[in-house]
């Protein structure tokens, strides 16, 4: 069975660019989302992300007639869930949950246009397990059709997990690159999307289960998590003991064998910070090492303030006429990562705005993939002058921007080695 309209539901990070991918082969693609503001972008042929190449892809696809957006969604033949699964609030020190309403809401949105034949495909970073528990909301709203649960093969409609394993500032090449692990519900549901992603994915659709289609995505990002955990770990033992941990991981990885990762001010973003808790808030009992590294990762911004603390200490111990509240802060970096505009759990805006709150001075920000600031007493500027005005530097993202300047910074804490 042929697929002649696609439904991508979450046109974010990961929804835009996978609809844009489908328009581009001429599917007749329905992108739905909540946001007015980003459906209208849309459909004026624009973008409401920073993504490299997604803005021609979409204004041609728009052109082209191959791609709208709209807020309630439309029949369909495929329909791809791409929505947020945060963490339900919890109290500090308790193991957080995921919220997965956004889904239960998607789920429910699409099922009074659902139609015997339709393929629905969960893309959303999810626990073990929620591909049918999506699936069990799907039959609640819609007991005239069958599911895989109750129905297998003859189900009406088929269902399967697909996790993005993509790389923000390179979703473009690497949508169409990458393998894909495919877990439907029944060997049809998988064989089903596999047919889909080949509209085009280049890469290699490999066929598992749901449940394992979701822990795989789990894993890697947690082994990153691990990884990370480890040269965070290392790089606050060698503050201890006086020793250059950037230079100390260089040696080391001239092993054969070794590959550690460089240290920073913590892990952001909406997968590595967050989908190892989907695996602790399973499994507490199991997950000693997952949780471990969870830990510490969420603690390298604090050490990141207290280092800016002592920085402030050393600065007025030598400048005997100054006060704290003369004191300038620049922060450089708010991004998760290097060379983009996502904000989503950013160890560098966490640390920018405790600073924000702890220094009685003043606290300015330079972030050269944003063009505003929603943060209360934190300035936006520059990065030159941030360099003539700020007395404690602050280096939080290596941003290409900041990698190529070399300034002379008495007052400096550099949390990832490049100045």
């Known amino acids: 069975m042929s697929f002649e309209t696609v439904s991508v539901v979450g046109l974010g990070y990961i929804g835009l ?3 844009a991918m489908f328009a581009s082969r001429r599917k007749k693609v329905v992108g739905v989302d909540v946001n007015q503001h980003a459906v209208d972008t849309i459909n004026q042929g624009k973008i409401h992300i920073v993504e490299p190449e997604l803005d021609m892809i979409v ?4 052109k082209g007639g191959y791609l709208k957006a709209v807020t309630t969604p439309e029949a369909a033949d495929a329909f791809l869930i791409a929505v947020p699964t945060p963490f339900l609030p919890c109290k500090e020190g308790e193991i957080p949950a995921p919220d997965l309403s956004y ?7 699409i099922a009074p246009v659902l139609k015997k034949g339709d393929l629905i495909i969960l ?3 999810s626990p073990v ?3 049918e528990q999506m699936a069990d909301w799907l039959s609640q709203a819609r007991s005239d059709l069958t599911f895989p649960l109750t129905h297998g093969e003859e189900a009406d409609i088929n269902i399967a997990h697909c996790p993005e394993r993509v790389l923000p500032g ?3 090449r690497e949508l169409v690159e990458n393998d894909r692990v495919i877990g439907g519900l029944t060997p049809k549901c998988s064989q089903r999307s596999v047919e889909l992603y080949q509209t085009f994915v280049q890469g290699e659709c490999v066929i598992t289960n749901a449940r394992t289609a979701e822990m795989a995505k789990l894993t890697e990002n947690s082994s990153r998590d691990v990884q990370i955990a480890f040269a965070n770990e290392l790089s606050v033992i060698c503050d201890k003991l006086d020793v250059n941990v950037w230079e100390l991981i260089a040696l080391a990885n001239r092993h054969p064998r070794v590959n550690i990762l460089q240290p920073g001010p913590g892990v952001g973003g909406h997968c590595i910070a967050v989908d190892p808790w989907f695996i602790v808030s399973k499994t507490p009992a199991e997950a000693q090492i997952i949780h471990t590294a969870r830990k510490v990762n969420d603690r390298k911004p604090d050490w990141i303030v207290e ?3 002592i920085a402030i200490a050393d600065f007025l111990q030598e400048n005997t006429d100054k006060t704290a509240k003369d004191i300038t802060i ?3 970096g708010l991004s998760f990562k290097p060379d983009i505009d996502d904000l989503r759990e950013s160890p560098a805006l966490d640390i920018t705005k405790k600073l924000s709150r702890v220094h009685s001075g003043r606290v300015v920000a330079v972030e050269p993939n944003i063009t505003s600031l929603a943060l209360e007493c934190v300035d936006l500027i520059d990065v030159d002058a941030a360099i003539a005005i700020a007395d404690i530097h602050v280096l939080l993202v290596d941003h290409k921007q900041f990698v190529t300047l070399k300034p002379s910074l008495k007052y400096l804490v550099d949390s990832k080695g490049i100045w």
């Open 17 to 19: 660019p996978t609809a």
């Open 103 to 109: 889904i239960e809401a998607a789920s429910k949105a």
């Open 123 to 125: 893309e959303s970073t």
């Open 59 to 62: 204004n041609a696809a728009v």
């Open 170 to 172: 390179h979703v473009v």
């Open 129 to 131: 397990g929620a591909t």
């Open 307 to 309: 280092k800016t603390k």
């Open 330 to 332: 620049a922060c450089y």
